[in-house]
């Protein structure tokens, strides 16, 4: 599976999501996905990256489930779990960690 369609899965996942939705009105969610691909492809190869969600005023809570819902597409296509953990910290804002 390409790192855009794992993207695909997990922008879905936001989206349905009723408290985080609202903060994707008006976005422009291919650009977004872009973006994540991205920074996905780099965090999982061990690369540094950025994370876009931090521009979007989202509190703690809803920036970890937005990572947890990262966490999960991962682990149901069985990425290896040191992917996953370099995945979490890049969009955990633990760049480098």
Do not use: C, K, N
Not at 24 to 30: A, K, S
Not at 67 to 96: K, M, N, Q, S
Request: aromatic content about 8%; overall charge negative.
């Amino acid at each position: 599976m390409s790192v855009q369609e794992v993207v695909g899965r997990w922008l879905r996942l936001v989206v349905a999501d009723a408290e985080l939705s609202p903060y994707l009105i008006g976005v422009d969610l291919e650009r977004l996905g872009a973006h994540l691909a991205a920074g996905l492809a780099a965090a999982v190869d061990g690369q540094p990256a950025t994370d876009p969600w931090r521009g979007f005023g989202l509190s703690e809570e809803q920036h970890r489930r937005i990572v947890d819902y990262l966490a999960g597409v991962l682990w149901a296509l069985d990425v290896p779990d040191e992917r996953i953990a370099r995945a979490r910290r890049t969009f955990a804002g633990e760049v480098g960690a």
